[in-house]
């Protein structure tokens, strides 16, 4: 009698975490192509690597960030959160005058996790307003907080146009030094890499406690530290270019792993339209 209610109970636990890391790996896995289609990487055959940098824009370090890419001659893409970029909107003209991608990172950067397709066009509309208020151009390129995605999501880039993009690569620059983001980024170099850097971001007690904070958010608020410190991405970045280059490698913007026309005859940044305001 105890014998097969406890085999019912293992296949029950058994189908339960079975269900629970495919959940994991549709939403939450940067490769995963379940819930829709996104880049992770750009041709195996090429000898061209992308540097991106989320969560900014935020003074001094993403303008630390452009001189260094200035210096260097490398093209980077900044996805922007829409709340940071309203209130630095020099630093996303600078980004355009510069040569580089924005692409949009949500308003308020949160968990997209049971968030329903009007919130998240929300978040992302809000987003698009700002640049376009700032720039005169509209991104094509979208990367969600964290990597992770929910089920109204690719409802919303298509009305919109805009393409998911991940990463590859990643510095853990949240929580290594200078140091270990160079040996990091350096491990992940291949063909086509997407690296995954900041310049910008909020020191938080971890995943679980911004996931906390996302479905309880008093539970964040009180523990989440208001610093933001991207030094350590600063004092890495001509490391980690010196690297892909002795390694042969090319910087380019992710457009150009996009099957996408550049549209420069009015001198906009590759990657955008300006005739189309994709915000409505």
């Not at 200078?178 to 850097?197: C, E, H, K, W």
Request: include cysteine; glycine fraction near 8%; aromatic fraction near 10%.
């Amino acid at each position: 009698m105890f014998l097969p209610i406890l085999v019912g109970i293992l296949i029950v636990l058994a189908v339960a975490d079975a269900l629970g890391f495919l959940f994991w790996y549709a939403c939450s896995w940067p490769r995963s192509q379940v819930l829709g289609p996104a880049l992770v990487r750009g041709p195996a055959g090429s000898r061209k690597v992308a540097l991106t940098f989320d969560d900014g824009p935020l003074p001094p370090y993403s303008e630390q960030i452009l001189d260094i890419l200035r210096s260097q001659n490398a093209k980077a893409t900044f996805f922007v959160c829409g709340k940071d970029a309203a209130r630095h909107p020099e630093i996303l003209r600078r980004i355009c005058r510069e040569g580089h991608t924005i692409g949009n990172h949500t308003w308020s950067h949160p968990y997209l996790y049971f968030m329903n397709r009007e919130k998240c066009a929300e978040e992302i509309d809000r987003t698009q307003r700002v640049i376009q208020q700032a720039t005169g151009g509209t991104p094509r390129f979208f990367r969600p907080p964290y990597g992770a995605r929910w089920f109204g999501l690719y409802p919303v880039l298509r009305e919109r146009g805009l393409h998911l993009v991940q990463w590859s690569a990643s510095g853990d620059d949240w929580e290594l030094g200078a140091d270990a983001i160079v040996s990091s980024v350096r491990a992940g170099l291949r063909p086509g890499a997407i690296i995954l850097l900041h310049d910008g971001r909020q020191k938080s007690g971890g995943y679980l406690q911004r996931l906390l904070s996302r479905i309880f958010p008093s539970t964040g608020s009180q523990n989440r530290q208001p610093d933001a410190d991207a030094s350590e991405t600063v004092k890495a970045l001509p490391a980690i270019i010196e690297a892909a280059r002795e390694m042969g490698y090319e910087f380019v913007s992710v457009e150009d792993f996009f099957p996408l026309r550049p549209r420069d005859d009015e001198g906009a940044p590759k990657g955008w339209d300006p005739s189309v305001n994709n915000s409505a």
